[in-house]
């Protein structure tokens, strides 16, 4: 399951643009969703996006769902204390998850104590995090259509299929 961790920023800022609300924040909340957010287990990042929506319905309408049973929220276990702010809690858990270690912030332009190392990678503590943007996280977390062909013509609407002939191995 691809967890995600999500940075206040995104909440801040996010709730006032109607395509992170609608096609970021809603993804993680409907159902049979397979994507979860990551938070810690002491209740800090929760106490932050708690705060954000004590002055945002939206937000506060989000977290309502995102708590109700079954939980779109994932803890872990993690010692957040010594950390300075924000972006060091988010990129501790981030970096503390066990398999995906992706956090999504607003805009790669907002980060004020730590700076990309190569791509858009941040390196805490020797931990390299993956960060997406909201557009970069709403591409990612589209659903898609697969189709594996194998030894198979696909035509789409339009198409057309000449010269081609079964070939039949004994």
Known sequence: MP?????DCVLRKGSTEKKYVA????????ENNPYKVVLDSGGSIIDIYNEIGENDPIIATWLRFMSDNPSNFEP??????????????????CSSTAIQK???????????HYTYS????????????????????ILEMQPRNLIKAENSIVVTSGGTV??????VEN
Request: proline fraction near 1%; charge should be negative.
């Open 162 to 167: 000449s010269g081609s002939g079964i070939n």
């Open 23 to 30: 096609n970021l924040l809603w993804t993680f909340v409907q």
């Open 102 to 112: 992706k956090i999504i912030v607003f805009s790669h332009q907002g980060w004020k």
């Open 76 to 93: 872990i276990d993690i010692d957040l204390n010594g950390k300075q702010n924000n972006e060091e809690i988010f990129l501790s858990v």
């Open 3 to 7: 967890y995600y961790t999500l940075s």
């Open 118 to 137: 190569a791509g858009n990678t941040i390196i805490y503590e020797g931990v390299p995090i993956q960060v997406l943007n909201g557009d970069e996280a």
